[in-house]
């Protein structure tokens, strides 16, 4: 694992420390939680992209009225 150094003023970096002790978790592991979510975000957004371009070919059989819509 490589270290890296974030800088912050000192409110923020108290206001995260707070937040890091409610989820019982360590700044340093929310700092880890973070990054693997920013890194991740292409991923996801083209899997989403994916997902629309697939259902682009599902009829659902409609259009349907609100009380069609609303039946069990």
Known sequence: MKNITFSADERTIELAREEARRRKASLN???REWLEDLAARDQRREKIS??????KSYNSGGPFTREQMNER
């Open 29 to 31: 592991q929310l700092f």
């Open 50 to 55: 994916a997902l629309m371009e697939e259902m």
